[in-house]
């Protein structure tokens, strides 16, 4: 679910301005799963502009303390998430940790790294929700620790089936920035993109690991 219509519509336009989000319906994209997307999503782009991240920083972070109060700490979701994550704590004046995909397999092996003890509670940044599943790894790391997670916030959400499901399923709450069908009016609404375009866009996100762009 995205914070409000007006935060969604704004976030993707400063994401296409920056090109954290690249559109492109003829060349497309191969992701590291294989499939070929007409969209490729790098939110990490967004450290390099301080008038970007301020305002991604301030929206989360205000967000975080309306919905939820101040939690103990602030999670991030390595790699991606732990820059703007951090932002966000030192917004908020909280302390910040951030969890790894896996466990090291040297020196204390961790997998949460920061200080936390269990009881506390915790909101969950992350940069980029695709499937959900590395995101909802980070949860489980963070529940199976003793950790209270509120819930996650994250800047964008290609707002797959699959995405929703697993996050039921795990009863976890997500909020984002921006999604994919309110960068698609964004793209549309300042011509970076085509009527034709959109459609394309459109279909590939209905069925992602099968959309062919030569159909």
Request: proline share 4%; hydrophobic share 40%; glycine share 6%.
């Amino acid at each position: 679910m995205i914070f409000n219509k007006d935060t969604a519509k704004r976030t993707a336009e400063v994401l296409l301005q920056i090109n954290a989000i690249k559109l492109n319906a003829k060349t497309p994209f191969t992701w590291a799963s294989g499939w070929k997307s007409p969209i490729y999503c790098d939110n990490r782009v967004i450290l390099s502009f301080p008038a970007t991240r301020n305002y991604v920083r301030e929206e989360m972070a205000n967000y975080i303390e309306k919905e939820y109060g101040k939690p103990d700490v602030i999670a991030g979701v390595a790699t991606g998430a732990i820059g703007i994550g951090m932002l966000v704590a030192e917004y908020l004046n909280l302390p910040f940790i951030y969890v790894r995909p896996t466990a090291k397999g040297h020196g204390r092996k961790n997998q949460i790294e920061g200080f936390i003890e269990a009881g506390q509670n915790v909101v969950v940044i992350e940069d980029l929700i695709s499937t959900g599943q590395s995101s909802l790894n980070a949860v489980t790391a963070l529940k199976d620790a003793g950790i209270t997670v509120k819930g996650m916030v994250a800047i964008f959400t290609y707002d797959f089936e699959i995405a929703k499901e697993n996050f039921q399923k795990h009863n976890i709450r997500l909020n984002t920035l921006s999604d994919y069908n309110n960068l698609l009016e964004q793209a549309l609404d300042t011509n970076y993109i085509t009527a034709k375009e959109s459609q394309t866009l459109s279909e590939w996100n209905t069925n992602p690991s099968e959309w062919n762009p030569h159909n």
